[in-house]
């Protein structure tokens, strides 16, 4: 109810004069339900309404991503009956999460050279590998975006933006369990005759919160001491255990 409500503040705000000039003016306004995702105990994934209007008929591309990191992409091999490590290659400017939602088929709205500069699309990404002339880099960039997929962190398919008349557009984005902790952004294009003309981005945090949080957040600044608890607990765990079975 409370998205809704917003969302025909959206729309009927420069109407009723509720938002100032300039802003009334704005091609494209958006918004999220929720600006804030808490990770606590159990967190299965979550959905985030992103809502808006646009000055008149257009289609709208929105595209989720980020934090960027460094990943290393490992390949394994069987050598006498053990799995190691056989070789690895290094990717820069690796979003934790890229997703992305159209009201149309993205290739039918923009031609390649903007879809690239835009970053629309996950061969669009700009993830820069460390040794760009090693041979098997496509192999690699391959297992990157596969391995990015099976995970869900990589959306394969947009989502559908639905339009309510000509204005009014809403899409549900799925945020899944293994997402990283952090602030993304969803950038809101609207387009029209294969142009971009109009651009909002607005964040989405991604935070832990309760009791795993703070666990998460001693492990990460204090390190030894969050290890030899761990061992202790443990420890303390098998002496219960033994006890309970001795006296069986």
Request: aromatic letters at 8%.
């Amino acid at each position: 109810m409370r998205a809704l409500l917003r969302a025909l503040v959206l729309l009927l705000g420069p109407l009723l004069g509720a938002v100032p000039p300039a802003q009334a003016q704005a091609p494209l306004i958006a918004d999220l339900d929720d600006h804030l995702i808490a990770i606590t105990t159990g967190f299965a994934g979550a959905d985030v309404l992103l809502f808006g209007t646009t000055d008149g008929p257009g289609d709208v591309i929105v595209v989720v991503k980020g934090p960027v990191d460094n990943v290393d992409v490992v390949r394994k091999e069987r050598v006498a009956g053990i799995w190691i490590n056989r070789k690895s290659l290094g990717f820069q400017n690796v979003p934790a999460v890229y997703m992305t939602a159209s009201s149309k088929p993205i290739e039918d709205l923009l031609p390649e050279p903007l879809r690239a500069s835009y970053q629309m699309g996950i061969p669009n990404i700009r993830i820069v590998p460390v040794d760009p002339a090693d041979p098997e880099l496509g192999e690699f960039s391959a297992a990157l975006i596969r391995n990015k997929q099976a995970s869900g962190l990589f959306a394969p398919q947009p989502a559908r933006i639905l339009f309510i008349g000509d204005r009014l557009f809403r899409v549900n984005l799925r945020v899944p369990s293994s997402v990283p902790t952090g602030t993304y952004l969803a950038e809101v294009y609207l387009v029209r005759e294969q142009k971009v003309v109009g651009v909002q981005t607005t964040p989405l945090v991604i935070s832990k919160i309760g009791f795993g949080a703070d666990i998460y957040d001693f492990a990460h600044r204090h390190g030894a001491a969050y290890g030899v608890i761990a061992v202790l607990v443990a420890l303390f765990a098998g002496w219960l255990a033994h006890l309970a079975f001795r006296r069986r």
